[in-house]
């Protein structure tokens, strides 16, 4: 019976208009692909990579600065060379992408669940409470996300005790940062959607049988605004891998000693102008690649779930 019913939900979803949609757009199946291909290249990271950044007793000093495989003084070991302390590249890069997509995945998870949570309470319940978390939601967005996010960083940096392990505690508050540097969107997408349902029949038909506010919120108004929520989550994906690279770049983001797309950079930068270029090229080659694969995806969706484009 369970297969029959998984089965049955396969074929309706490959029959549905999205679907069709997903692969009639070249460009959303080649950004799917790539996305694919380098989220499975980060999950995977322990069995493809040629060598383990984190071994200290594998790296060599004297490996330390070649360049790419293809270039004179390369060692087909390292394909995209090595760094200032011997690490491997393209394992680096690999290991790197897993800590950019955590970051960026949960910042955008946690972020979510803030901003539909408080959308709906101010769309739904009105009064006050509205008026306080809109303006809250106004007087930050009076600045941009990436200096909101480097405040919350810096305070709860400066919180944390003399005897905490920030390479421990670091990710979980660069992913807390970022969150809260980006709930006001989905905050004000879901309190327009609320706004638009809660005079809906069947919104006035659950109360009159008495059902609470509450339970009308959760069971028959979030179904009906996640449709944008989804949207914006997909494309701010992106977004927040860029942000934990922008300050992982500015040195207050993941510590060096754990390996991001952003420290990458920042440790390459230091090494661009003396000619070891690979090690800033390659890290931003996965950058742009990651952040515009998930941004086409997130345009594609947009699209396809915009009934006036059907």
């Known amino acids: 019976m369970t297969d029959a019913v998984s089965t049955s ?3 309706r979803f490959f029959d549905s208009d999205i679907f069709y949609s997903f692969r009639s757009s ?20 322990p069995l493809l990579a040629p060598h383990d950044p984190f071994d200290l007793a594998t790296l060599d ?8 495989a293809w270039v004179a003084q390369g060692q087909a070991a390292f394909p995209l060379g090595t760094d200032d302390q ?3 590249v393209l394992s680096t890069i690999l290991y790197g992408s897993r800590i950019s997509l955590l970051v960026g995945l949960a910042s955008v998870a946690l972020a979510m669940v803030m901003g539909v949570t408080l959308g709906l309470l101010s769309g739904f319940l009105g009064g006050r409470l509205d008026s306080f978390i809109m303006r809250t939601a106004d007087v930050q967005l009076s600045f941009p996300a990436i200096l909101i996010a480097l405040l919350i960083n810096g305070v709860a940096r400066s919180l944390l005790p003399g005897n905490a392990n920030l390479e421990t505690l670091a990710i979980g508050v660069l992913i807390g940062s970022i969150a809260l540097a980006n709930w006001v ?4 997408t879901v309190r327009g959607s609320t706004m638009v349902e809660k005079h809906r029949e069947y919104v006035q038909a659950a109360q ?7 339970a009308i919120m959760r ?3 979030l179904p009906n605004v996640l449709g944008p929520v989804l949207v914006i989550g997909t494309i701010n994906v992106a977004t927040a891998i860029i942000t934990e690279a922008t300050l992982s770049f500015l040195g207050v983001g993941v510590p060096p000693t754990t390996p991001s797309l952003g420290t990458m950079i920042n440790t390459g930068n230091n090494f661009l102008y ?3 270029w690979w090690l800033v090229v390659f890290p931003g080659l996965a950058l742009i690649l990651l952040c515009m694969s998930v941004n086409l995806l997130g345009d594609w969706l947009r699209d396809a779930l915009n009934p006036r484009l059907q």
């Open 9 to 11: 939900a396969a074929g």
């Open 26 to 45: 070249p460009v959303a199946v080649g950004a799917a692909i790539v996305a694919a291909l380098m989220i499975l290249g980060s999950v995977l990271a």
């Open 61 to 68: 000093l004297n490996n330390s600065l070649l360049p790419p």
């Open 86 to 88: 011997g690490r491997d």
């Open 185 to 188: 969107q989905y905050a004000r």
């Open 208 to 214: 009159v049988i008495g059902v609470g506010p509450f």
């Open 219 to 221: 069971r028959h108004v």
């Open 274 to 276: 003396s000619g070891e």
